[in-house]
């Protein structure tokens, strides 16, 4: 069946740092990638999504490219913000459109 | 619009008690989905529903809970009775379609606590 995996947290960094979640998937066929971020006391918000191979999803200067070679779909922001700071979820979605997500990673980004 | 809500935000009940959380999709969305999520097991989709109609309750946990679509705007979660370890936020999705590359929109979750 369908997984997502992803790195270990909570990851804690200072403002303007560099960031990386690593996240690898399983699948049959071709599934779409999503990074869902979830804020303190909210639900879950699509942060960025890529359909096919090779896309680049990106938004609020997050990126994460659809690697099928390695079946890999990290995030990375060049400069994090304190307003960064959240729960940040993997997740692929097969054809039968269920969402497959990972365990999510804290991420606290220090002033 | 108004995004998918959700009622209540908290709910602290008694075990044993009946629980019902309630959901309206994004106006338009013709999928609906209720997803769980604890420390435990993370995120798990309990139920999705495809026009009113529920397509796929193979991760309802126990007969416990129910869950209907009366109305393309209305949904409810139903756990009669209620139980200490079905404390967990609980969320409704909405979607326009079912194919992989359609994005769910989540509401803002329910906080159960069950005493």
């Known amino acids: 069946g369908n997984s997502v995996t992803q790195m270990e947290g909570p990851v804690t960094l200072s403002e303007e740092a560099f960031l990386t979640i690593n996240c690898t998937y399983t699948?049959?066929?071709?599934?779409?990638l999503f990074w869902y971020v979830q804020y303190p006391g909210e639900g879950l918000q699509l942060l960025l999504k890529?359909?096919?191979?090779?896309d680049k999803g990106s938004n609020k200067g997050f990126e994460a490219t659809y690697r099928k070679e390695t079946t890999s779909f990290h995030l990375e922001k060049g400069s994090v913000q304190v307003s960064d700071s959240a729960v940040y979820f993997c997740?692929?979605?097969?054809?039968?459109?269920?969402?497959?997500f990972g365990k999510g990673i804290t991420l606290s980004v220090r002033p | 619009d108004a995004g998918v809500i959700q009622s209540p935000r908290h709910e602290v009940t008694e075990m044993g008690q009946e629980v019902t959380l309630r959901c309206k999709p994004i106006?338009?969305?013709?999928?609906l989905f209720w997803y769980r999520q604890t420390m435990m097991r993370g995120l798990e989709l309990l139920i999705y529903?495809?026009?009113?109609?529920?397509?796929?309750d193979s991760g309802m946990p126990e007969d416990r809970f129910s869950a209907k679509m009366p109305n393309a705007s209305f949904s409810t979660l139903k756990i009669q009775p209620s139980e200490p370890r079905d404390s967990a936020v609980y969320f409704c999705?909405?979607?326009?379609?079912?194919?992989?590359?359609?994005?769910?929109?989540f509401g803002p979750g329910t906080r159960l606590t069950v005493l």
């Open positions: 529903f495809n026009n009113n109609v529920p397509i796929d």
């Open positions: 699948a049959t066929g071709y599934p779409s």
């Open positions: 997740a692929l979605s097969g054809a039968n459109s269920k969402l497959t």
């Open positions: 999705a909405s979607s326009l379609g079912s194919t992989s590359t359609d994005t769910q929109y």
């Open positions: 106006s338009g969305h013709d999928y």
């Open positions: 890529a359909t096919k191979a090779d």
